[in-house]
């Protein structure tokens, strides 16, 4: 059998002008391994009873735990004392023995996962099998959805990953770059998740709902709904995790929910126009109290140059802070093409300290979308350039917002996503609009003008990579737009 890297399982893990200067370089907020991190030791709620079965996943030993908790604030639960779970007694609840679970403490852990705790779970399928104590021995369940249906994990998939041979680091993620040499895999179990319970636009068929929570492997930040504030790090694999792994895992739970996001005011703008990008962090599990926030924003051409920077103070108060900036090109006038937005924090507070987020936008470039090859067809066959061609394709809008790749767009992600397909073999794909008709036009005649630059920048990206794409407009019933 072939061999493959393993990319998918650890890294599938105010107003203000930017100064027309060349900028700073950011390595030292963005380089991995400059993670945030708790300005005290996690307090962390440690599973813990004699003989609990550890399922679909190697048992923990304990030397290697008492050097994972080593110099943390670790206290050893009981299932009779799970009870006393709350998140301002503890950081995290870390839980070792893979898809098994006390069953006579679920409503205690659920209570705590609602309450916004944040949790880690090594090994399985999260909470798939209760276990109860029957005498002195501790008798597993049925493997059911269940209880894990009600966190937003509707199913499991076993994935064989004997046939990998490299771990790379997520570098969406600061502490993935800590794990690629501490986790090997025997098999990964690939979570489906449903993080929504309700349409946002009842009356349309295929509508989605607001977004409970952000997956960005390996961690599942809850951002609203009934368990805003928990960051979950769902270790789902059966193999082997060092002690250093396993720690970085807790430390990087123990923060609880957060996200950073950068977004231009349009995914694709024309020659003359002024780009400008809007920063905004979400802290839902913690309130800030007077942290000073900067953020510094850079922007890099298609050759990776750097063509402005500012440092940006993030306003506000509560859970949210944000800041805005309209760019002024150190090089003048922006040539056709991709760029890249990078935006990092920097704070006093190490707990913000290095958080990241990437995004970017296109200025039209005319040439590159009118250089795609036409389709013709034989008596048989569908061509391109007078060649049979045999379609690979499948269906994709994001893999960051989903249906509403059109309505939060976000260009790198999709250049990122497209080479990835191209590199797999898929020469076509199928998309359009899923959800949020009226959003695209908010009246007859009236289209939005920001999701037609969207779809701008979708083509061009899905050129770039020369994959033709198959655009529906109406995925389920046609909407009326007032008759």
Known sequence: MPTLDRRSFLGSLGAAAVAGTLPRPLKAFLVPGNAPQLPRAPRV???????????????????TLRAALDGLDTTELGVADLGTLAPDAF???????????????????????SAGGNWVNVGGVPVSVP???????????????????????????????????????????????????????????ELYYRLTREKEFPDEDGSDGPREGVVTPLLLDRMQGPYAGGRWVLANFDGS???????????????????????????CYR?????AVTVTLKTPGSERRGTPLTCRVEV?????????????????????AAAAATLEPALGRLEPGLYRVEAALASEDPSFDGLRATSGFWIYDHELLAGGLPFTTDAHNLLRDGAPYIVTGTSYMATDVHRRFLLEPNPHVWDRDFSAMRRAGVNMIRTGIWTGWKRYMPGPGSANEATLRALDAFLLSARRHDVPVIFTFFAFVPESWGG
């Open 300 to 320: 890099f051409d298609d050759r990776d140059q750097p063509i402005a920077t500012a440092d940006l103070p993030l306003e506000g108060s509560g859970f949210v």
């Open 271 to 275: 020659d003359g126009e002024r780009p």
């Open 131 to 189: 276990v109860r104590r029957e005498g002195r021995e501790w008798r597993p369940g049925i493997k059911q959805t269940v209880y894990h249906k009600a966190l937003g994990i509707t199913q499991a998939f076993p994935v064989d990953a004997g046939v990998l041979s490299d771990y790379v680091a997520n570098p969406r993620v600061a502490a993935a770059g800590e794990l690629a040499g501490g986790v090997e895999a025997e098999t990964v179990y």
């Open 91 to 113: 950081d995290v609840l870390l839980n070792p023995y893979g898809s098994a679970f006390p069953k006579d403490a679920w409503q205690a852990i659920l209570d705590f996962l």
């Open 45 to 63: 709620a440690l599973l813990h009873e004699a003989d609990f079965p550890t399922l679909d996943a190697r048992p923990i030993r304990g030397r």
């Open 241 to 267: 995790i060092s002690a250093a792994a396993l720690r970085v895992l807790v430390e990087d739970a123990a923060l609880g929910s957060r996200q950073l996001t950068v977004r231009p005011s349009l995914a």
